[in-house]
């Protein structure tokens, strides 16, 4: 087993004594100077600009999506490390399960022929579909499951940057594909974690925390595991750790998730949040009620208070200004809590930016769109926080502007 060096030794081992590092010092990096640069002259800029020699301090604003990831391996203890040093206040662990029903951080439970080496490894052998070369117009594939692996074979892979090269023609050609705006530069010597060791972590970094349930890929129960105590293990295991549910944000995108801590661990199920792929409903319009999928004040008289959309469906462009959509209205108005998703994910955006800003891609012409968006989803949609892969950039805009 390999670990990571960290700030006072922190080890990660199961049962371990976790000593606290020493306070982590914050600091903002070049990239929020950088994308204040891009915007253009006005009140905003100039606020943003006031701001430079401000002292950096945490906010539970700003949210580590996965990390760091947009230059570290996610999910990694270095990835989280990174990103409480850029101020993020609240760290995130998806949360699925080995084949021995550990708890462990990954994204999803059929991601580790993109996330670590398992294809260039013995394990290669337990992944449900072997890797297959690139041919013609056909691109190279795979799928390797948490689930098919015990703790100890987990342990045992390399975490690496999220990425494939499509057109491969060997396993270790596959390893490749990390997008040109993201780097390799911190991937050798990654250490990935258990769910439990990452409330370790995050406690000892000062952070709080925001675990989601992610959806098995296997059928349920799985080895007499079902879909009950695979929600009730997420939250015994703070439980265990003595976290305040004050603490903890628990998501899901599933609504039977979030009514299962409401009824069984009120305490937590107060502030658990319902994820919201609405946009995968066919017809669905975030700027016409009549096809929204969920009635928000259902939900809300149900006892869901967080919901979090992507950023996309809560911002659209009115007279060529980025303003509220009638989803975040909607939703505001019966008082639901809004949590978006995610800042920092789509490299740079001249070209529109991709996937998270398709409700204002007509306005998309460059990265400093990056703070006039976070502007207002802050200020006029009044999110409660905003998922980052570089926490850094929304942790200065809460510190400027009192978040």
């Not at 022929?113 to 294809?119: A, E, M, N, V």
């Not at 969920?294 to 979090?308: C, I, P, R, S, T």
Request: hydrophobic share 40%.
């Amino acid at each position: 087993m390999r670990l990571a060096l960290l700030p006072a030794a922190l080890c990660l081992l199961p049962g371990a004594v976790f000593s606290a590092p020493p306070e982590v010092g914050l600091s903002y990096g070049p990239r929020p100077a950088y994308l204040i640069s891009k915007l253009p002259e006005g009140p905003l800029k100039d606020k943003l600009q006031s701001c430079a020699a401000q002292t950096p301090a945490r906010s539970d604003f700003s949210i580590g999506h996965r990390g760091a990831p947009l230059m570290f391996p996610e999910h990694t203890v270095e990835s989280n490390v990174a990103a409480a040093q850029m101020g993020a206040g609240i760290l995130e662990c998806d949360v699925t399960f080995t084949k021995d029903l550990e708890l462990v951080c990954r994204h999803a439970q059929n991601d580790l022929h993109t996330t670590t080496d398992i294809l260039t490894t013995d394990l290669a052998e337990t992944c449900i579909a072997p890797f297959t070369p690139a041919s013609g117009e056909t691109p190279a594939k795979a799928e390797c499951r948490t689930s098919e692996l015990t703790l100890a074979e987990f342990r045992s892979l390399r975490p690496k940057m999220d990425s494939a090269d499509r057109t491969a023609a060997t396993a270790e050609a596959y390893q490749g594909g990390t997008a040109a705006w993201r780097t390799n530069l911190y991937a050798d010597g990654a250490t990935s974690m258990t769910h439990a060791e990452s409330i370790a972590l995050f406690k000892s970094l000062g952070a709080k925390f925001t675990p989601e349930l992610k959806a098995p890929a296997v059928a349920m129960p799985f080895n007499g595991f079902t879909q009950a105590d695979y929600a009730q293990k997420l939250i015994d295991e703070y439980k265990a750790a003595g976290i305040p549910p004050a603490d903890v944000w628990a998501q899901s995108f599933s609504l039977d998730d979030v009514l299962y801590w409401i009824e069984h661990e009120p305490a937590f199920g107060k502030q658990a949040v319902l994820l919201d792929n609405s946009y995968r409903w066919e017809g669905f319009d975030a700027n016409n009620p009549d096809t929204f999928p969920l009635d928000f004040a259902d939900l809300h008289a149900k006892g869901v208070n967080y919901l979090a959309p992507p950023m996309w469906m809560l911002v659209t462009l009115e007279d060529g200004r980025i303003v509220p959509s009638a989803y975040a209205h909607e939703a505001k108005a019966v008082g639901l809590k809004l949590i978006t998703w995610t800042l920092e994910r789509s490299g740079p955006l001249a070209s529109g930016g991709g996937w998270y800003f398709q409700s204002v891609k007509d306005a998309t012409t460059g990265d400093g769109m990056t703070y006039q968006l976070l502007d207002v989803l802050a200020q006029d949609v009044q999110v409660e926080g905003v998922f980052s892969d570089w926490p850094a950039t929304v942790t200065y805009y809460a510190n400027c502007m009192g978040f």
